[in-house]
């Protein structure tokens, strides 16, 4: 298959990329770099460097590279930050988006698989949450999602798109390549890491008062490897589907609890990894757990990596070969029309104002 991957240089991006291209798959990576890397897209994947509001650069990589199907893994993806700027997540999650389909709807490229969350279901009545449950986001990050699906479903009717999007809440995992390298880091499993190696002397754990087994708060972990599987049997049942648009959560129905993380890690990592109660982070639900029933049975999906130790394990190895992470890899920083790659405006940015770049340059 011929597929683009939209925000492949990112973490969920990256790793969908390397497993698409050890199974032989040709794979195009568009991404603006502003929180990808380009030293996490493997040899043999293209890199094209631009911003998802480009659609006649979209347009121009869909036929040039005459790709089948799109993975749509680009978007501002911070509650907090959303709570705070929700115009920018309008922006890219939404404007940028529609650009995307636009671009696709031209090129004739009907074939999409989008990267969703589960924060479209706000507060849910019930856990596990199932596909058909209410859709009430509670930040500006989970509406901006649930409107690109209400977009994605609307060119289903009106222009035959074959789509699927795929809600899920944490990922954490690495392959041996790719890992987390998000800078600033928010994410619970990530920063507990970053305790163990000493880079920080105790993780917070926000709120201890809520109404589960232990008090702190329960979320469903996804191994990154397994969200690649589910990427691909996306793709491939895009292939001969109706015009529809078809939405599956991914989770692990079970969930962990923030301490049972904390308490992972130090098993993994033999480290203290020190931790301090503190308050609440503000609109955390207690209980996130997903049920993907559905896309066991319809898309044949088979996590294999669901253990906290597997993914916590496969992290640390992570950090523990790339100990700057990708910086250090990008110090030849690549060349774009002349000048040195870095910081653009684009998926992760999207603001029209500080798109420097004209056009995109083919990397790899
Ligand atoms: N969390 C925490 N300390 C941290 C970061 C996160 O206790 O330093 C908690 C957070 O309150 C939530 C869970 O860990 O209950 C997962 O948060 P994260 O930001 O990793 O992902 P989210 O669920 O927001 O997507």
Excluded at 29 to 35: A, E, G, H, I, Q
Excluded at 77 to 100: F, I, K
Excluded at 136 to 143: H, V
Excluded at 145 to 154: H, I, N, S, T
């Amino acid at each position: 298959m011929r597929i683009l991957v939209v925000g492949g240089a990112g973490y969920v991006g990256s790793t969908s990329v390397e497993a698409f291209v050890e199974d032989g798959h040709h794979v195009v990576v568009y991404d603006n770099l502003t929180s990808g890397h380009a030293a996490a897209v493997v040899d043999g994947a293209k890199l094209v460097v631009g911003d998802i509001s480009d659609g006649a650069l979209l347009d121009l990589v869909l036929r040039e590279q005459r790709i089948d199907a799109v993975l749509h893994c680009a978007a501002r993806s911070l509650v907090g930050e959303s709570m705070a700027d929700p115009g920018l997540y309008y922006r890219t999650n939404v404007s940028g988006g529609v650009a995307l389909l636009e671009a696709m709807r031209s090129a004739g490229t009907s074939r999409l698989v989008y990267s969703s969350t589960a924060a479209v279901y706000g507060e849910p009545r019930r856990v596990p949450i199932a596909e058909g449950d209410r859709t009430e986001p509670i930040s500006p990050y989970g509406a901006t999602k649930l409107a690109f699906e209400g977009a994605m479903r609307w060119f289903a009717a009106a222009h035959g798109f074959r789509a699927i999007s795929l809600r899920y809440f944490n990922v954490a995992g690495a392959t041996e390549r790719n890992g987390e390298d998000h800078r600033p880091e928010t994410h619970l499993a990530p920063l507990v890491l970053r305790v163990a190696a000493g880079e920080a002397n105790h993780v917070q754990i926000f709120g201890q008062d809520y109404p589960t087994p232990d008090g702190t708060c329960i979320r469903d972990f996804l191994h990154v490897r397994d969200l690649a599987s589910a990427h691909m049997l996306a793709l491939e049942a895009t292939d001969d589907a109706e015009p529809s648009l078809e939405v599956y959560n991914l989770g692990s129905a079970a969930g962990f609890s923030v301490r049972e993380v904390v308490e992972a890690a130090r098993r993994v990592t033999g480290r203290a990894i020190p931790a301090r109660v503190v308050k609440r982070r503000l609109g955390d639900p207690p209980v996130l757990v997903a049920s993907s029933r559905r896309a066991r049975r319809e898309l044949g999906w088979q996590p294999k990596h669901s253990t906290l130790d597997e993914m916590l394990s496969d992290a640390w190895n992570w950090r523990a070969s790339h100990p700057g992470g990708y910086r250090d890899r990008e110090a030849a920083a690549i060349e774009v029309d002349g000048q040195a790659g870095g910081e653009a405006g684009g998926p992760e940015s999207s603001d029209p104002g500080q798109r420097p770049r004209p056009s995109a340059t083919v990397v790899a």
